[in-house]
């Protein structure tokens, strides 16, 4: 079993659509989750972290569950340039940061 | 610009040659890594240095030498590569604790071994 797995994709919505992704850990000792959003042939970049309480940055939304060990990630109103592959990412510990394989998102309009 | 530097931006050489990727960050951190991403394939773990010092291999083979001099340099030499070597080579560092921060990356060097 992976450490981290996040929905297989890809997902192909229309411009204003809502889109959720999942990802589930396995460790349940892990410190620090992320999504990170990576363009085609372009370096990862942070999107936002993930904290307990959950966490809200204009048209996104992080949710943690602990006791259920996954993380989700709520595209609300899409756009096409949202269109990218989302990464869910899990510190664990030693400074070791698990990401999973992505999931891509493509906006049409 | 996300204050990782990463030279050269492409690369590419044969089998036998011997090359080098270099990394620099300017954000004073303490951590730094070496990621692997082959075409279509998540990012893999290579390397992790904490202050200087080798704190994880991930089973890289030998071919694969990574040197970090100081907390702001890593560099990985690269010796009789092979062709599924190819691959963008991730640099990334991260401030702190190591075990909470996000990671910072470079705009990565791509590497096409022929």
């Known amino acids: 079993r992976k450490e981290v797995e996040q929905d297989p994709g890809p997902f192909n919505v229309p411009e204003g659509a809502t889109v959720a992704f999942n990802c589930t850990y396995s460790n349940s000792a892990s410190q620090s989750f992320f999504w990170y959003r990576q363009d085609c042939r372009k370096e990862p970049k942070l999107l936002m972290s993930?904290?307990?309480s959950g966490n809200e940055d204009g048209r996104f939304t992080a949710q943690l569950n602990r006791a259920s060990q996954y993380i989700s990630l709520l595209i609300r109103d899409s756009k096409l340039s949202d269109s990218a592959t989302y990464l869910c990412?899990?510190?664990?510990?030693?400074?070791?940061?698990?990401f999973g394989d992505g999931t891509t998102l493509t906006v049409k309009p | 610009e996300t204050g990782v530097t990463q030279t050269p931006r492409h690369l590419v050489m044969g089998m036998t040659n011997k090359k080098s990727l270099k990394c620099e960050q300017h954000?004073?951190?303490?951590?730094m890594y070496w990621y692997k991403q082959s075409a279509k394939k998540p990012l893999e773990l290579m390397f992790v240095?904490?202050?200087?010092?080798?704190?994880e291999n991930n089973s890289v083979p030998s071919r694969f030498s990574p040197e970090c001099p100081n907390s702001s340099h890593l560099f990985l030499h690269l010796h009789t590569l092979q062709p599924e070597d190819s691959a963008l080579y991730l640099c990334a560092s991260r401030p702190g604790n190591p075990n909470t921060g996000e990671l910072f990356f470079g705009e990565g060097s791509r590497l096409t071994v022929l």
């Open positions: 993930v904290y307990s």
């Open positions: 990412v899990v510190n664990t510990n030693a400074g070791k940061s698990t």
């Open positions: 240095y904490n202050f200087k010092e080798q704190t």
């Open positions: 954000l004073g951190h303490n951590a």
